[in-house]
């Protein structure tokens, strides 16, 4: 009996031997299709968060339900104390994510112009703006089947948790558009570090009833990052900034394409996007697309 609860142990859970914290379990969501991304160019990260203040163990087959007391919406970390760790799990070879979000998908299309007779019945009681509404409706129908095919869909992904290891609850940043501040950085044939992913620059967003994350003592933010593969292996980390302090992941093992690290085409793009701007806005939309300290 002893044997067998070793045993359970031991599956059900990560130990990080190095800084003695034991990750909670994560079962993923059910899925038809598992798919192996591996890209030739940058692609845009588009962090997820999918559970917040986790302990010990998350079914993801659930629907997690969030609690006021998860954010907070003072806009600046409550605590200075610096105890945000980040862990990437790269022992879940087989572990699976949807990694999309609403962003992905286009808006509704505009209402349809309606052409009325000049000549007014006053007997029709049906409601001109109705056609407007059942266009919008059956807009929304088919973007509700779209999002339940592509949930079925995933991308074979590795498990990255932040982590509170201190004593007091602390505050992680969100962004307004996304979830983290975070992306995938790997070593390149001179062994340093470079980004693989970017994350995209606005040049306007509204923040009204924009919150941070509340992480609870000794808890995690649990998110994930794509599993790449590719012709070229290398180690790999997970960059997370926030209130602009930067935090590494454990260096990890895996694949990916060279050609991933040319940033040339992104910077360039962004460059064109913001060259109506002034020096300093466009510096930091610079730094934003890597998290550049």
Known sequence: MKKLCIIFILMTSCYNSENNITLPFVTPKDCDTIIAEQSITMLRSIPIVYAINVKDSLNMNFKVKYKSSDYTDHGIPLNSH????VFVDNTRIKFHTDEFDILSFPPPPPPLTIIQDSILDLNDETNPNDHDSLSINKYENKL?????????????TFPVY??????????????????LFMLLEAKDKNEEWKPIEYLKQYSFLCGTGHEDYRLKPKHFIFSTVKRYEGNYKTKLRVKLMSFNKIYYSNTFEGHINYSQFDSEPIV?????????KDSIILIRKLNGLFLTE
Do not use: M, W
């Open 82 to 85: 610096d105890s945000i760790k």
């Open 144 to 156: 509700l089947e779209k999002l339940e095919k592509r949930s079925k869909i995933h991308f074979k």
């Open 162 to 179: 932040v982590y509170n290891y201190g004593k007091e609850e602390t505050i992680i940043q969100k962004p307004i558009a996304g979830d």
């Open 268 to 276: 360039n793009q962004t460059k064109s996007n913001f060259k109506y």
